[in-house]
């Protein structure tokens, strides 16, 4: 399947009920006109996330101009070497 001159592929997850709940949120939340939408958002700011990572920086939530907490994200702290780079 093609649109707008990019090739596209049906992919297809199994998640558990909870996950489902937290995707319809999110959905309406975000007033998202389907599910994919919030899946292709989500993606989008993983890999902006682990890009950051790459490079040393930590993900932050920032409140009143202070770090109210770093955001662990599992599995995303491989794409950084211990000294900090990015690794191949």
Avoid at 25 to 52: D, F, I, N, P, Q
Wanted: net charge positive.
């Amino acid at each position: 399947m093609k649109t707008d001159g990019m090739a596209k592929r049906r992919v297809q997850f199994i998640f558990p009920d909870q996950t489902i709940k937290k995707l319809d949120r999110l959905k309406r939340l975000m007033g998202a006109a389907s599910r994919t939408e919030v899946l292709k958002v989500a993606l989008e700011l993983l890999y902006w996330a682990v890009a950051r990572m790459e490079k040393g920086e930590e993900i932050a939530a920032v409140r009143n101009d202070k770090i109210a907490e770093t955001i662990a994200i599992p599995g995303a702290d491989l794409a950084r070497s211990p000294s900090g780079e990015k690794r191949q």
